[in-house]
């Protein structure tokens, strides 16, 4: 199976309405050159400025001629353009939740989690690649997107019953239960 093509299919599925096309890497208005999983990510899933519903704020996927845009506020100075200082040059924002960047590692590959807000930027690894966040996303939206609103109880908490799902197809795919509850910790999913 080729390394997308379960994003995909959920994607597809879940929310037809979302676009997905190949974007080529001349799209790319960077600084650097396009690191070449990213240009990989973007030729074979191709999302067009997704949102995936999530528990709370949605995951956004930025196309691709609109990523270096959207390290505004990260990297630089969305008014003056000036480059943050904290903020590592090995950094690329491929993805937020609510501001919160998913951080594709150039160097890595990884992609890491921080939380805004925070004062300093301190992320965390937390996928190896491009396509286990994004198929987990998708899961976690195809799980959100089926349930509709019985989603949640009356104080917002998700019902067991969808997070023992989420826990069981984002452990399935992640080929490991323990990190598959480490992300959904880590996003709000679990205590």
Not at 26 to 51: C, I, M, N, R
Not at 101 to 122: C, E, K, T, V
């Amino acid at each position: 199976m080729a390394p997308y093509e379960t994003a995909k299919e959920i994607l597809r599925r879940a929310f037809p309405s979302r676009v997905l096309r190949v974007q080529p890497p001349s799209d790319w208005l960077g600084e650097f050159p396009l690191p070449k999983q990213v240009a990989a990510y973007f030729a074979e899933l191709g999302p067009v400025d997704v949102w995936i519903q999530g528990y709370g704020n949605p995951y956004f996927l930025p196309s691709l001629s609109g990523l270096w845009r959207h390290q505004a506020g990260y990297r630089y100075d969305p008014d003056t353009r000036e480059r943050f200082p904290h903020w590592d040059d090995d950094w690329l924002v491929i993805a937020d939740e609510g501001a919160d960047p998913f951080i594709f590692s150039r160097a890595s590959a990884a992609i890491l989690h921080a939380y805004h807000g925070q004062g300093i930027w301190d992320p965390v690894e937390m996928f190896v690649c491009l396509e286990e966040m994004v198929t987990t996303f998708s899961i976690m939206g195809d799980i959100v997107e089926s349930a509709g609103p019985a989603f949640t109880d009356d104080a917002s908490m998700i019902f067991p019953r969808y997070l023992q799902e989420a826990r069981t197809r984002i452990g399935r795919h992640l080929h490991s239960t323990e990190r598959g509850d480490a992300v959904l910790q880590r996003l709000g999913w679990s205590a």
